[in-house]
């Protein structure tokens, strides 16, 4: 294979359309080598039928997809060697065993004899599934297969892997290690995942692609997409004593920009729950917590910094993406 591109996948203004439904509405992104990149978005958003469109298995509408440089439309068959992937419901032959079918799959995608006895060694070692090589695979446990699958996607040691929900139906142990399995495949292979389970999105991934309605309504590490969707720094208090004056003056003293976003009614002990937010990016967490406790007016008993998950921005971009789209039908009546 000669050298593989920076841009492993290319996606322009990708659209499919099943009658009057438009499941992938203008979707473009690109994907750099050795990436990680997840893909959320409520069901039906269009992450399947998106996935679906990069590997050519449904060919879209319009627009173009590049994977290593070549087109999917008009290069297929040398784009599938490409490509390691992993669909929702993996479907396996429930009466081959571990080793069998995996030894099938590596000939079937052109792995030589010598090749592939050292690469079946190496994915059931990395996959921890050296103990059930010699199962049948309808007799293992959700995760083995989950994991049976992953083996088979990297197998070829592919520049790109396409894995649509992953840890779907796995508990807690299981999904640790499928996170810690697609984890070690950063830097050697362009990995795109798709899942529901946010914290393992944003633990596993480098970037997040949110979409809706076929749309990407965000993009960018977690972090970046908490600046873009909120916005803000956020704190968190437990005060009381005179919120009117002294809080006001106080918080002018550390930054300009804090307020007041939320406050809740005081409890038995007379102390308030406070959301202060502010436009500045630096934690001022130590320099709040020196100068409220110094006013002798005020008394602080909590304070912490408030930071959105990625479950938050999910549903703030999710929500922002709606609104996009019923913005025009609003403003046509």
């Known amino acids: 294979m000669s050298e593989i591109p920076e841009l492993t996948i290319e996606a322009e203004h990708l659209v499919k359309t099943y009658g009057s439904?438009?499941?992938?509405?203008?979707?473009?992104?690109?994907?750099?080598?050795?990436?990680?990149?997840?893909?959320?978005?409520?069901?039906?958003?269009?992450?399947?039928?998106?996935?679906?469109?990069?590997?050519?298995y449904l060919p879209a509408?319009?627009?173009q997809v590049n994977i290593c440089g070549l087109s999917v439309a008009t290069h297929g068959d040398e784009v599938k060697k490409f490509i390691g992937y992993m669909p929702e419901n993996n479907p396996l032959p429930d009466d081959m065993r571990v080793s069998e079918y995996l030894h099938y799959r590596g000939?079937?995608?052109?792995?030589?004899?010598?090749?592939?006895?050292?690469?079946?060694?190496?994915?059931?070692?990395?996959?921890?599934?050296?103990?059930?090589?010699?199962?049948?695979i309808g007799k293992l446990s959700k995760g083995f297969?989950?994991?049976?699958?992953?083996?088979?996607?990297i197998l070829a040691e592919p520049p790109v892997i396409i894995m649509d929900e992953p840890t779907i139906g796995l508990d807690p142990h299981q999904i640790l290690i499928v996170r810690d399995l697609i984890a070690s495949l950063r830097g050697r292979m362009t990995v795109i995942i798709s899942s529901h389970i946010l914290p393992e999105i944003e633990m596993t991934c480098?970037?997040?692609?949110?979409?809706?309605?076929?749309?990407?309504?965000?993009?960018?590490?977690?972090?970046?997409?908490?600046?873009?969707?909120?916005?803000?720094?956020?704190?968190?208090?437990?005060?009381?004593?005179?919120?009117?004056?002294?809080?006001?003056?106080a918080l002018a003293r550390v930054e300009p920009t804090l307020v007041i976003a939320e406050t809740a009614a005081p409890d038995a002990a007379g102390f308030r729950k406070l959301i202060l937010t502010t436009t500045r990016e630096g934690d001022l967490g130590e320099t709040l917590m020196r100068t409220l406790s110094a006013d002798t007016r005020l008394r602080l008993r909590a304070l912490t910094r408030v930071h959105p998950t990625l479950e938050d921005v999910f549903l703030a971009?999710?929500?922002?993406?709606?609104?996009?789209?019923?913005?025009?039908?609003?403003?046509?009546?």
């Open 107 to 136: 000939r079937l995608k052109g792995l030589g004899r010598s090749k592939l006895s050292i690469r079946l060694d190496e994915v059931l070692e990395l996959c921890d599934l050296k103990r059930v090589r010699h199962r049948i």
């Open 317 to 333: 971009a999710t929500k922002r993406g709606w609104e996009a789209i019923d913005a025009p039908k609003s403003s046509s009546k």
């Open 145 to 153: 297969r989950q994991r049976v699958g992953i083996a088979e996607a």
């Open 61 to 63: 509408t319009s627009g």
């Open 21 to 56: 439904l438009t499941a992938v509405n203008d979707l473009s992104f690109t994907v750099k080598r050795g990436e990680i990149v997840g893909l959320l978005g409520p069901n039906g958003a269009g992450k399947s039928t998106t996935m679906r469109i990069l590997t050519g």
């Open 206 to 249: 480098d970037r997040v692609l949110i979409i809706n309605q076929g749309r990407v309504v965000a993009q960018g590490t977690p972090a970046d997409l908490r600046r873009e969707v909120f916005g803000h720094s956020s704190y968190a208090l437990e005060i009381s004593g005179d919120l009117e004056t002294a809080l006001p003056e």
